[in-house]
């Protein structure tokens, strides 16, 4: 039994190549598809992702389903991943080509239809986003950006410091409006009784 968990069907140099090759082609497919696969904006993206794994197993691994090859596959993975991740640390230009840019869907509360386009994302996708943030209308965004990682980010529209003094002093104005009507009812009571 131990030797049938950790003997290797494949030799070494096979098990690390594998999964770096298809670590590879799966950054390169993500990126030829658009960043929408890694926003699962939808249960259809959420399966994709999922079947993804099931789909490159056999790819990575081969025939071999031993512990030893398990732990080489993976081993090879991280590697991979680290070795990427330091290259682009290192190389920035070369972060934009591989990760791709940041998409700008909206801007001073109006929709760029042709970044939704680009993105393949409909007004329903946007407004849902929107509402995960607690937003319920693109006048109430500045800025909204689809990142290159797939994450949204979003800015909402503040007002200018004239329009927050304006507010501030309607506050005050009502406040003392209140004040002023209560004293008045005050007064009228003790002019009655007195």
């Known amino acids: 039994m131990i030797e049938s968990m950790f003997h290797l069907h494949l030799p070494i140099l096979e098990k690390l190549l594998r999964p770096m090759i298809v670590y590879l082609f799966l950054i390169g497919f993500l990126r030829l598809f658009g960043k929408r ?25 081969g025939d071999d389903n031993s512990v030893t090859g398990g732990i080489i596959g993976a081993f090879a993975l991280l590697a991979i991943n680290w070795l990427l991740t330091l290259v682009l640390f290192r190389a920035p230009k070369l972060n934009t080509v591989v990760e791709g840019t940041d998409t700008i869907l909206i801007r001073h509360g109006k929709p760029d239809e042709a970044a939704m386009k680009k993105e393949s994302l409909t007004e329903h996708d946007l407004m849902s986003v929107l509402h995960k943030q607690g937003m319920n209308s693109f006048s109430e965004v500045e800025k909204c950006v689809l990142e290159s990682n797939g994450t949204f980010y979003l800015e909402g529209v503040t007002p200018n410091l004239g329009e927050i003094h304006r507010r501030e002093i309607l506050d005050l104005v009502r406040s003392l409006s209140a004040e002023v009507k209560e004293l008045k009812v005050l007064l009228a009571a003790r002019g009655a009784t007195g």
């Not at 696969?37 to 691994?61: C, G, H, K, R, Y």
């Open 37 to 61: 696969e890694l926003a699962q904006l939808n249960p259809f993206d959420l399966v994709v992702l999922l079947s993804l794994s099931n789909t490159v197993q056999n790819a990575m691994i």
